[in-house]
């Protein structure tokens, strides 16, 4: 692994969607720009002692910005790596 697996999972993904998601065994993290497949497998596993089934990583785009103080000035805001796992039959994460 390239990466420690501390810096691998930033966080758990809040939104309609994800919670959508959890009735079918999956949940979606968002995680480090550089990370695998097989990297967050590992770090899931290992952090909340579960059995992976499947991961799927996406890039997501950051939206264009103006800003507010000079017109001129253009940002990118929100761009992000996100994966979603899939759990084994029978296995669930508690977040709190």
């Not at 420690?4 to 949940?27: C, D, F, H, M, W």
Request: proline residues 1%; aromatic residues 6%.
């Amino acid at each position: 692994m390239s990466i420690s697996p501390e810096k691998i999972l930033k966080g758990y993904r809040v939104t309609e969607k994800a919670a959508n998601l959890q009735a079918s065994n999956q949940y979606t993290f968002e995680v480090a720009d550089d990370a695998s497949a097989t990297e967050v497998a590992a770090a899931v596993e290992k952090f909340f002692k579960v059995k992976v089934k499947r991961v799927n990583i996406m890039n997501v785009k950051g939206k264009l910005k103006v800003s507010r103080m000079r017109r001129a000035s253009v940002g990118v805001k929100g761009a992000m790596k996100k994966a979603i796992v899939t759990l084994a039959a029978g296995q669930s994460i508690q977040l709190a």
